[in-house]
């Protein structure tokens, strides 16, 4: 079984940061790509950003500039420094993974539970 918990949600006024984390725990042999999606109240959940176990990233257009997905591989660990906040960032941000458990069998999708950002104007 493997767990995600994202952590460092909060209230921040427009043009503030914030960094978010997702820990991953569990029967772990090994991580490929780790991503975030972001859902806002009445909208379909989104992607937002996504990082490689070698370290490559994409960015949903809105965020580029502004957002800097990154992991350590050592601790299961993906963040997400989220810069010049908008009150249109305002969403709860879900971190997703593809976990291999055993080796030698297909990886599995795994979602932590969310964590909510909210930027005031």
């Known amino acids: 079984q493997v767990q995600l918990v994202e952590s460092g949600g909060g209230l921040v006024q427009a043009g503030g940061s914030l960094r978010v984390s997702c820990a991953a725990s569990g029967r772990i042999f090994s991580i490929s790509a780790m991503r975030w999606y972001r859902q806002a109240p009445g909208k379909q959940r989104e992607f937002v950003a996504t990082i490689t176990s070698g370290g490559n990233t994409a960015y949903t257009t809105s965020v580029k500039g502004r957002f800097t997905v990154s992991r350590d591989n050592a601790n299961n660990t993906v963040y997400l420094q989220m810069n010049s906040l908008k009150p249109e960032d305002t969403a709860a941000y879900y971190c997703?993974?593809?976990?291999?458990?055993?080796?030698?069998?297909?990886?599995?999708?795994?979602w932590g539970q969310g964590t909510q950002v909210t930027v005031s104007s």
């Open positions: 997703n993974a593809y976990v291999t458990t055993i080796v030698g069998v297909r990886p599995d999708d795994y």
